[in-house]
């Protein structure tokens, strides 16, 4: 790579050109992400898929659909777990779902559902909750590798020791054991929990309103945008909240600096639990 293509004025032009041709060729709008975070992904992408520099990864992107899978591996979020940070789903479970249990049906929304860790956890706690057969799930995600994953249930066994032990200090009622069949290394999901499940492809960057709901999770994402894009998307999840519906955000993230604060009452503070206000 020439000297010229390393400064740092001229990487940024080859980001922003990249990014546009990703818009514009496949619809998937990363312009308003976080730049450190985007940034770094996109370098550690360029090493790892072997290009020689953001340009020619971006003549990859445009000239072969297959770059277009291996590239949103890097830039979508797919780190998660199963009750990942327990005290939030035991918030859930002994704060929320009081309130919800008094709605006939129930709709659950899981925003960027990555390989489907979390909406899983949802399930199984609506499961001991008894509310499973009233309620739907909804799991999105922009990335359709995480969406195929998170339909298939199927995790490696060796991190089922940390998901027994997040759902147990969640309050969990059963063993986790109850819930999925070990398989040459692999933990596979009791298929159940899927029929209540509808995955979906949703970009909280372009697409409207989903749905009326009443309980909207969106952890850990937010942190991947930038304040504008932030705003955007909680203004989302307040119009596709039903009337006193709540929203669950990462424990770094916060509606303090949003234009739509106002909307949401703080219901559990330590757990970034907000519930929509009445108009």
């Not at 940070?85 to 709605?103: G, I, N, W």
Request: charged residues 25%; contains cysteine; glycine residues 6%.
């Amino acid at each position: 790579m020439s000297a010229a293509l390393r400064e740092p004025g001229v990487e940024d032009l080859e980001i922003d050109l990249l990014l546009e041709a990703l818009f514009q060729r496949y619809h998937y709008d990363f312009r308003s992400y976080a730049r450190a975070s985007i940034k770094r992904r996109l370098v550690q992408a360029r090493d790892q898929l072997g290009f020689t520099s953001i340009s020619a990864m971006q003549a990859g992107l445009l000239h072969d659909p297959a770059t277009l899978g291996r590239l949103l591996g890097y830039l979508t979020v797919q780190v998660s777990e199963m009750f990942r940070d327990p005290s939030y789903f035991r918030a859930l479970r002994e704060k929320v779902l009081p309130h919800l249990r008094t709605y006939p049906s129930l709709k659950v929304w899981v925003a960027g559902c990555s390989h489907g860790e979390e909406v899983y956890s949802l399930a199984i706690l609506f499961r001991e909750e008894g509310l499973e057969d009233r309620t739907i799930f909804y799991a999105t995600d922009i990335n359709p590798a995480a969406l195929r994953a998170a339909e298939a249930g199927v995790y490696p066994l060796e991190l089922v020791k940390k998901f027994t032990a997040n759902h147990q200090k969640s309050g969990g009622r059963s063993s986790l054991s109850d819930y999925y069949t070990a398989d040459y290394g692999r933990a596979i999901l009791d298929k159940s929990l899927r029929s209540r499940i509808v995955f979906s492809d949703h970009s909280l960057v372009t697409d409207a309103v989903f749905g009326e709901m009443h309980l909207i999770s969106c952890r850990n994402v937010l942190i991947y945008f930038d304040r504008a894009l932030q705003d955007r998307a909680i203004g989302l999840f307040h119009d596709s909240l039903a009337r006193k519906g709540f929203l669950g955000l990462g424990l770094k993230e916060s509606l303090r600096f949003s234009s739509h604060a106002g909307a949401f009452a703080e219901f559990v503070r330590e757990e970034k639990i907000y519930q929509r206000r009445d108009p």
